[in-house]
């Protein structure tokens, strides 16, 4: 019977022998709504080199699509760019069974594929800016520390200028198309968004970094092929343009509103601060932690100037779903962002401090007084509430 999963040609010499993974919705607290891909490449070389591996369950995808082109044991290099286990996960059986001559990988890849899976002295270590001749062809390396992990880099096919990206310039999106100009433009830019203000934020100096080495060194791509999602290879310049926009987070006149609530006064004064917000010439995103995601709220800063967060008192704590996703933005590390916190309690009231200390810690700066409301807020206090919101988007202002 023929195999069912063949590689899909992305330039001269280079296919897609990835998989996709239709089902995933979690990538460790980030929902992913659509799915993903794991993207393996396979260069037709003199000396066959399989880029990255996937994730452990879909090593006979990956092998099934390489072997539509080419006998498996054929590959005489395999480069691991990320060691993180959505692409190395398979990494120890597919050395084993095609046996190699040589793996490579970043000093910080060759460590961690020696603490994840013991492997690390089958490892060669390649240094920044080396070149490892093909024969007919050559691949350069490039260390993208940080970007996401220590380990992470570049691979650079030259001959065809494919840039080999791992998770940079990618995005959780299972498709049965393989290139951007094969899909809808709002879901590549949606998706795309929400991967880096989930997963690339905290890193965005060195995006900016890194974009401005590639422009000193002059490099030009035909296409970028990153570890998820989309291979581009007509609107390369746009996700190059939209990572330099998303890495310097101006802020905007967005203000996101976040917030739980349990007997729905919390909720009343977050609406009150809202409507302060669009009084005062404010885009307001309302989000509820009882019917949104964390990484939702992450998308949502991306592109915003302030975060207002409240929640009531709970056993003299904020509620666990405000605990939740403010732990996960402060991990994100947004920038240049205003804000304040609010919340009504019965007795102690100490959630209120929380959030703020929380915010402080994120970085945001704290504009009026934060408004702590005892049971339920009435038209006095909800004024309080819309004042606040009016004088955040007054701050706003400032800053566009
Ligand atoms: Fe797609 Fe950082 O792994």
Known sequence: M??????????????????????????????????????????LADEVTLIDTVKKPFQQEMLSRIASVIDPKEIKYIVSNHSEMDHSG??????????????????????????????GDKISSVNDGVSLSLGNMTLSFMETRM??????MFTYLVDEQVLFSQDAFGMHLATAERFDD?????????????????????????????IERVKKAGLSFKVVAPDHGPIWRKNIQHIVDL???WAVQSPTLK????????????????????????????EVKFMSMDAIHRSDVAYELLESGALIAGSPTLNNNML?????????????????????AFGSYGWSGESIGQIQ?????????????????????????????????KQIAGKMHEFV
Request: hydrophobic fraction near 40%; aromatic fraction near 12%.
């Open 2 to 43: 023929q195999d069912i999963y063949k590689a899909v040609k992305v330039s001269d010499h280079v296919y897609w022998v990835g998989a996709v993974d239709w089902n995933i919705r979690d990538f460790h607290g980030y929902t992913t709504k659509r799915g993903s891909t794991y993207n393996a490449y396979l260069v």
């Open 182 to 210: 094969e899909i809808d433009n709002s879901i590549l830019n949606y998706e795309a968004a929400t991967y880096y203000a989930n997963i690339i934020l905290p890193y965005s100096a060195l995006v900016l970094k890194l």
């Open 90 to 119: 398979c990494l120890p059986e597919v050395i084993n069974f095609i046996q190699p001559e040589k793996v490579f990988a970043s000093p910080g890849g060759v460590q961690a594929l020696k603490e994840i899976f013991h492997v």
């Open 357 to 389: 200390d929380i915010l402080k810690a994120t970085k945001v700066e704290l504009v009026g007084e934060a408004i702590k409301i005892k049971h339920v807020p009435d038209k006095d206090t909800l004024a309080q509430c819309f004042a606040l919101g």
């Open 255 to 282: 203000a996101v509103v976040v917030y739980a609530t349990m007997w729905h006064s919390t909720e009343q004064m977050a609406r009150a601060v809202s409507e302060g917000l669009y009084e005062g010439g404010a």
């Open 147 to 152: 970007l996401h992990w220590p380990d992470s």
């Open 243 to 245: 990572y330099g926009r």
């Open 320 to 340: 666990p779903q405000m605990a939740d996703v403010l732990t996960y933005i402060k991990g994100l590390r947004p920038k240049n962002l205003v804000g304040q």
